[in-house]
């Protein structure tokens, strides 16, 4: 998945609950100014920003680490 699916993904999840940005920025423990920087796309959140967000949403978010090959 691709980072502009993922925050649309959240953003999704999010509106689809009626959450507010303030809302999920204080069930989940990450700052809001973090959270309206990852939904506008300007923001690099960690892997446990991202844990944090899904846990409050209810998704369950799974990471997949791919090993490159070099020629």
């Given at each position: 998945m691709?980072s502009k699916?993922?925050?649309e993904?959240?953003k999704?999840?999010?509106?689809?609950l009626?959450v507010?940005?303030d809302?999920?920025?204080?069930l989940?423990?990450v700052?809001?100014?973090?959270?309206?920087?990852f939904?506008?796309g300007k923001?690099?959140p960690t892997?446990?920003?991202?844990?944090?967000?899904?846990?409050?949403?209810?998704?369950?978010?799974?990471?997949?680490?791919?090993?490159?090959t070099t020629k």
């Amino acid at each position: 998945m691709h980072s502009k699916d993922l925050i649309e993904a959240i953003k999704t999840r999010r509106d689809h609950l009626n959450v507010t940005q303030d809302m999920l920025a204080e069930l989940s423990g990450v700052g809001l100014r973090t959270l309206k920087q990852f939904e506008s796309g300007k923001g690099n959140p960690t892997l446990e920003t991202l844990q944090k967000l899904g846990d409050a949403l209810g998704m369950a978010l799974t990471f997949e680490v791919k090993e490159l090959t070099t020629k």
